[in-house]
C-alpha cells in the first residue's frame, strides 16, 4: 500500500501536507491497542559535494538544502490467537535550496532519470515530494509475519537512510524468534522507493546501474551460541541478476576494563537466472577488530574481494556484511584490497554530555582502472551533538565530512549538516 507524489513539474498522486495529517488518525486508533506508539521527525539536511577535481568535470559540485518531515506509526497486537497490528509511515520532503546547475545530491527527486543515471534535459530537483505505506502485522507467539511497507535491517538487506527520506521496500517479511537463541528470517521483496524518488521502482542493483529485477528473495538466520558469540547464514536471489551468501560470525569478550569484539564476514556472489548483469564472481572477505574503553572506541578493519567483478547489491542499502562500505566509497571493485582504522569518543566522559564523534580511514589498492594499478582513499570526521536539557532537548545536530582521493573518482569533497529533532507522539 504507497501513495506518492513530487512538486511542480511532476505527476501527483496525494497532497504532502493533507497526506501527513490523514495519516494521524490512523495512528490515534493505532494508540488503543497495547504497545501502540507514534512519532515524527524534522530533519533539516544540507548537503555540499564538491567535484571540481573529479573524473566528472560536467558538474562543478553538489549542493542542496531541503527539510524533511518523517511520521511513523506502530500498533501493538489485537488480543487474539493471532495478534493484528498495522505500521505507517508518511514523508515529505521540502525544497529549501538548489537550482540546475548543484542539483543531484539525492535529497530531492527530479535531476536524474535513475539513480545513477543520466540528468533530465530539465534537472531541477521538484519543490517537495511526499509518500506513504503501510504494512499489515500477525503475530503468534514469537513469529511475525509483515505484509506492505518495510524498512528491512536484515544482514543482506539494510534499508539506507542517509538522505532526506529513508528508503523503503514493497513485500513480505517473516521472523520466526521460537528458540530462544536461534532467529530465522524469510521473506521477499518486489519494489523500492528509492531515496530520491516517490513512486515504487523495480530494485536497482549498485555497481551495476543500468540494470534491475523485480523480486528480491532472502532467507537466513543468526545462532547465539553464547552471550558473546553469534554466528549467521544467509543466502539472497534478486532475480535473473544474482545470487548471494554470507557467513557471519562475532565473538565478544572483556580484558580488564578493555570490552573487545571481532566480526569476520564472508560474502559469495555469484550470476543468477538470465544474467542481467552478465557473468559475476565477488567473493568478499571483511574483518573488524574492536575495542572498547570507556568512552574510547578503537577498530581495525580489513577487507578484499578476491573475485573479478565488483560487488554487485541493492541501490542504496546500508552493507552491513561490508566492513569497509562507509560513508561514499565501497571499497568493493574487483580485486580490492582495503583497510580501516576508526576511532570514536563519548565527551560525556570529559564533562560534555551529548556530544560523541568519531575519526574514520579507509585505503584501498589492488585494482585496475584503464588497465592500471589503481588506490583510492577516504577520510571521514562525524561530529553529533544533542542537546542535554532546555526548551530544545533532544534537539541533534549532526557535521559530517568526507574527504577522498582515487585513481577512478578524482578528488572529491563533502560536507553535510544534519539536524533533527524527533517528537514523540503518543
Not at 536484515?154 to 521472523?175: H, K, N, T, Y
Not at 561490508?322 to 560525556?348: I, K
Request: net charge neutral; glycine share 10%; proline share 4%.
Amino acid at each position: 500500500m504507497k501513495l506518492s507524489s513530487t512538486g511542480a513539474g511532476f505527476a501527483r498522486a496525494a497532497k504532502p501536507l493533507s497526506l501527513l495529517l490523514g495519516l494521524g488518525p490512523l495512528c490515534a486508533q493505532a494508540a488503543f491497542l497495547e504497545d501502540g506508539k507514534a512519532n515524527l521527525t524534522l530533519r533539516n539536511f544540507y548537503y555540499n559535494h564538491d567535484l571540481r577535481d573529479s573524473t566528472k568535470p560536467a558538474q562543478s559540485k553538489l549542493e542542496e538544502w531541503a527539510q524533511g518531515f518523517i511520521l511513523k506509526g506502530e500498533s501493538g497486537y489485537t488480543d487474539t490467537t493471532v495478534g493484528v497490528g498495522v505500521d505507517v509511515y508518511a514523508g515529505l520532503g521540502l525544497k529549501l535550496d538548489s537550482s540546475p546547475s548543484r542539483s543531484g545530491s539525492a535529497l530531492l527527486p527530479g535531476a536524474y532519470n535513475r539513480a545513477g543515471g543520466p540528468r533530465n534535459a530539465d534537472p531541477r530537483s521538484a519543490d517537495e515530494f511526499s509518500e506513504a505505506t503501510a504494512a499489515v502485522k500477525f503475530k503468534y507467539s514469537k513469529t511475525e509475519l509483515k505484509v506492505g511497507g518495510l524498512f528491512p535491517k536484515i544482514p543482506l538487506v539494510s534499508a539506507g537512510d542517509a538522505r532526506l527520506l529513508p528508503q523503503f521496500f514493497e513485500g513480505a517479511m517473516l521472523d520466526i524468534r521460537e528458540l530462544d537463541n536461534l532467529d530465522i528470517g524469510l521473506g521477499q521483496m518486489r519494489k523500492v522507493n528509492q531515496r530520491e524518488f516517490a513512486g515504487a521502482r523495480d530494485i536497482q542493483v549498485g555497481n551495476y546501474y543500468s540494470v534491475f529485477s523485480d523480486r528480491f528473495d532472502y532467507l537466513g538466520g543468526t545462532w547465539r551460541a553464547t552471550p558473546q558469540t553469534s554466528l549467521g547464514l544467509w543466502t539472497g536471489r534478486l532475480a535473473d541478476v544474482y545470487q548471494q551468501t554470507l557467513y557471519t560470525g562475532t565473538q565478544a569478550f572483556k580484558a580488564g576494563d578493555w570490552n573487545l569484539s571481532g566480526t569476520f564476514n564472508y560474502l559469495d556472489t555469484g550470476e543468477s537466472g538470465t544474467e542481467k548483469a552478465g557473468n559475476l564472481d565477488s567473493r568478499m572477505t571483511s574483518a573488524m577488530l574492536s575495542a572498547n574503553l570507556k568512552a574510547q572506541t578503537f577498530r581495525l578493519g580489513y577487507q578484499y574481494n578476491a573475485g573479478d567483478s565488483a560487488l554487485p547489491f541493492i541501490h542504496d542499502t546500508d552493507l552491513p556484511g561490508v566492513a569497509n562500505a562507509v560513508q561514499v566509497l565501497r571499497f568493493d571493485r574487483a580485486q580490492e584490497r582495503s583497510w580501516q582504522a576508526r576511532y570514536d569518543l563519548d565527551f560525556a566522559a570529559l564533562g560534555v554530555p551529548g556530544l560523541t564523534a568519531f575519526a574514520r580511514y579507509v585505503r584501498g589498492d589492488n585494482f585496475k582502472v584503464a588497465g592500471e594499478d589503481g588506490s583510492e582513499w577516504e577520510r571521514n570526521l562525524d561530529v553529533t551533538y544533542v542537546i542535554q536539557s532546555g526548551p530544545l532537548k533532544n534537539l541533534a545536530l549532526r557535521w559530517r565530512n568526507v574527504e577522498l582521493r582515487g585513481d577512478a573518482t578524482g578528488r572529491r569533497d563533502e560536507n553535510r549538516v544534519i539536524i533533527a529533532y524527533t517528537l514523540p507522539l503518543f
